[in-house]
């Protein structure tokens, strides 16, 4: 008789794999399909340097169970460095400015890491939600009121984003570079999520006392984790402000943290690719709701809604409609709990 359990094994490696192949070929072509609409070469763009902020949230939720309310902060903390790079040194060649905003985002989270994480006492997921909420939301008002940043009108006119002689403006060209970076990006967080370290990820999520007592140093596991998904922030601030042309205080606060959680959970977190799909769904349900006369009031409180009901009645996200549960990260646990330690 076949089971559910007895029929995943087959289901594993082929769903998101084919999801992966048709995001890929999709985000290839797009540019040949949009380009007699610039504004919507930039939406697309926008998507893709958000995909990363999604991921990096993935990376700490969706494997290794970090609820994390601060991904906007090493987002936008790094857009504000790489403009006051610009505005102040006139620097924007990209050999330098975004390894450095990856710097500033993995060392700014590995500082919250060392706070939240590496206490003498195992913190709680209340603890570090809103430990992280509450930076992002001090990073926010602290900026606001700074006038050498811009205070709450932000930086504008950020310098563009050089390569040699050649400076790059928003278009295909830019769409292309953040593709190949996320996609550089995406495949390095697949394989860490695949390789041993990404085994003990998904261990310590399921059941943490049980690593501890195998003795596994867990929170520096979460440490660590936390510090590389700050990193893939970092740079996603660094190309949002580049593309923008524009960083804000609101692009570092609670706000575009808690929408980094919905794209995640939208789609299918502890997938990888789950708040990527997350992403493009919101952004453009976003984008074609606030374009529409007689609903543009009521928008967001609509997206609200259908938000909402699918976090509540599938947790799971869009992705859980095709991918098994043996084939998520979180189906490791789920097969111990029922045959035991393996």
């Known amino acids: 008789?076949?089971?559910?359990?007895?029929?995943?094994?087959?289901?594993?490696?082929?769903?998101?794999?084919?999801?992966?192949?048709?995001a890929l070929l999709a985000a290839l072509v797009a540019p040949l399909l949009l380009g007699e609409s610039p504004e919507l070469i930039t939406l697309a763009t926008n998507i893709l340097i958000l995909s990363l902020l999604a991921i990096s949230f993935d990376l700490c939720w969706g494997y290794?169970?970090?609820m994390s309310f601060g991904q906007a902060l090493f987002f936008g903390v790094a857009g504000y460095v790489i403009a006051l790079v610009g505005r102040d040194l006139e620097f924007s060649?990209?050999?330098?400015?975004?390894?450095?905003?990856?710097a500033?985002?993995?060392?700014?989270?590995?500082?919250?890491?060392?706070f939240l994480l590496l206490g003498r006492r195992t913190p709680t997921v209340i603890f570090v939600a809103l430990g992280t909420l509450?930076?992002?939301y001090a990073a926010e008002r602290l900026v606001s009121g700074w006038q050498y940043v811009g205070a709450g009108n932000g930086l504008s006119s950020i310098k563009l984003l050089q390569f040699g002689e050649i400076e790059l403006v928003e278009g295909p060209a830019f769409y292309y570079l953040a593709l190949a970076l996320l996609l550089v990006c995406y495949l390095a967080a697949r394989?860490?999520?695949?390789s041993q370290f990404g085994l003990v990820l998904a261990g310590m999520r399921q059941n943490e006392e049980r690593l501890a007592f195998f003795g596994y140093r867990v929170q520096v596991f979460k440490a660590l984790i936390f510090s590389l998904a700050g990193l893939l922030a970092g740079l996603a601030g660094a190309l949002f402000s580049y593309h923008q042309g524009f960083i804000g205080p609101g692009n570092m606060g609670p706000g575009l943290s808690t929408t980094a959680v919905l794209y995640a959970l939208f789609g299918g977190s502890g997938t990888l690719i789950g708040p990527v799909v997350g992403t493009f769904l919101i952004e453009t349900i976003s984008y074609v709701l606030a374009d529409q006369d007689a609903i543009k009031q009521y928008w967001p409180v609509i997206l609200g809604v259908v938000l909402l009901v699918v976090v509540v009645f599938k947790p799971s996200g869009i992705l859980g409609f095709f991918v098994s549960r043996r084939e998520r990260i979180g189906s490791y646990g789920g097969r111990s709990a029922k045959g035991g330690p393996r």
């Open 1 to 22: 008789m076949t089971t559910p359990a007895s029929s995943s094994p087959a289901r594993i490696g082929r769903a998101l794999p084919t999801i992966e192949t048709l």
């Open 64 to 66: 290794s169970g970090i």
């Open 93 to 102: 060649h990209a050999w330098g400015t975004l390894p450095l905003a990856m």
């Open 104 to 114: 500033v985002g993995l060392l700014l989270s590995f500082l919250f890491a060392a």
């Open 134 to 136: 509450t930076g992002a």
């Open 191 to 194: 394989y860490i999520v695949r």
